[in-house]
């Protein structure tokens, strides 16, 4: 029986490079693993496997009986619905703790970095096993990704040296120009739906008694949004009533300008005010420097409640 290895719903590049380069390893180290998704994956991360031959993990959504590591979360509203019915031998993740409890003692590498590849990077390291070129450039890609090219916040320097040492294996030797090119092409947003945009980096969390549904796109430049902006923001008005939360939030973040443009819809406004110290006006606002949901908006949105 394989263990199946894979990250969060809405699957970013991280979660679906996690389960490929994490199942790698525990199958270098002799077990018998399977990298899986839990969703449609991106543009960009269709960039990356493209670009390094990877091959795409299966989709899968529902884990009863099966043992399994998760990459990349550990809240339940980005689980599966049955993973409490699941083993879970492992957790590998850069966020803050979540809910998700075990019946069985597990494996946990959880870390504040910038990625869950730097992580897996470093289970390479510890456990001496040589990571395939392939691989390498794929991890490296993740890192760029969640640390935005090193301008998040959650960027540290075992991010930055992990990223050093991906590109010599990868034979990369300009990886800033290769982060560019990935976020031009997750920058390309037209033609998709409204409801695609607000899902691709769309998460959930519980906070207080209630959740809080909060997308991210991130781009190069925020006039892509110009002749969308009204749509998107009806969509998360939609997600909203569709799925019972008290506040959807939808960040457009420009990674050049390094800020975020939020578009708001709440039961309550005066929270997402009083969390940022900010006056909404037509339910958005400019929040400038602000490019990390989980460092930047989750922990001050989540005192509110
Ligand atoms: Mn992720
Ligand atoms: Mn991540």
Redesign the pocket.
Known sequence: MSTYVFGHTNP?S??IV?AISLSYLKNALGEDTVPTRQGKISPETEFILNKFGGKLPELKTSYAGEEVYII?YSDLAQAPEDILEATVLGIVD??KLGDLTTATPLECWIRPVG??NTIVKEMYDAAGIEIPKDIAGMMLC?ILS?TVIFKSPTCTKVDTKACKELALIAGIEDYKALGMEMFIVKSAVQGATPRELTTRDYKEFAMGDTKVGVGQLEVVDLKVFDDMKADLHADIKKIKEESGLHTVMLLLTDIMTEGSQILVVSDDNSKIENAFDIKLENEEAWLAGVLSRKKQIIPFLQPQF
Request: glycine content about 10%.
């Open positions: 970013d991280d979660s996690g990349d850069h966020h990625c869950s993740a969640d």
